[in-house]
């Protein structure tokens, strides 16, 4: 899922400099990631990570090796081990610009915890197309038997990604239950179908299958 960050001016504290570049994140797209995430090279990347209990693990000559690196506007360029600050609403906003053509690594921890997310209840079976970004869970009764997705940046079943595939071994239930998470791009054809299991269909198809 590609997320705008509207309104949103950071002011980033260049070393040996003492000046402060603003930066206007209102035109970025910021693209959604699993966390735990490594990443780096010499791209300038924007992502957004939705979890809880994000820490950084970085060297300093790794991330000295950057113009900008920040998380919800604060720099972290030092390197070293170290939590992030709770953001209020679960999500991390990340700017990372190389210095030329270095490249830096650097590791975010943590876990993306959509159970703490408010999620619409759904019943089986269910289809959604909309270019949009979602929670949804399953009653403690429903049975799933295949879950479908096509043209989606993210798709998560229980924090398991699942994106664009045909699933018909789903992970262990969460208060038994399954819970989802919907993320789509901005434009395109996105599209999700979890349908139930119903014995009388299963047993037709196993039947017909059976003859061939």
């Known amino acids: 899922m590609n997320v705008k960050k509207p309104h949103l001016i950071i002011l980033v504290l260049l070393f040996y400099s003492s000046l402060f570049a603003v930066i206007n994140d209102s035109v970025n797209d910021y693209t959604e ?9 010499a791209t300038t ?27 919800n506007g604060d720099n972290y360029r030092a390197g070293g081990t170290v939590a992030i ?21 650097i590791t975010l921890e943590g876990s993306n915890d959509w159970t703490t997310q408010t999620h619409t209840e ?10 949009t970004s979602a929670f949804y869970m399953t009653t403690t009764t429903a049975k799933v038997d295949s879950v479908v997705s096509s043209g989606l940046d993210l798709l998560l079943i229980n924090n398991a990604d699942y994106t664009n595939e045909t699933v018909t071994t789903l992970p262990a239930r969460q208060d038994n239950k399954y819970y989802i998470y919907y993320g789509s791009p901005a434009s395109g054809s996105p599209s999700l179908k979890v349908s139930p299991y119903t014995p009388e269909l299963n047993l037709k198809l196993f039947i017909e299958g059976s003859l061939w």
């Not at 990631?33 to 090279?41: D, E, I, N, Y």
């Open 85 to 105: 600050p709770s953001s209020g609403d679960d999500r991390y906003y990340v700017i990372f610009v190389p210095k030329g053509n270095n490249s830096a690594a």
């Open 33 to 41: 990631k699993m966390l735990p995430q490594s990443f780096g090279g």
């Open 122 to 131: 759904i019943s089986l079976p269910y289809a959604q197309t909309a270019t």
């Open 45 to 71: 990347s924007y992502f957004v990570f939705m979890g809880t209990s994000l820490s950084l693990t970085a060297n300093s000559t790794s991330t000295s090796n950057t113009t900008t690196f920040t998380i």
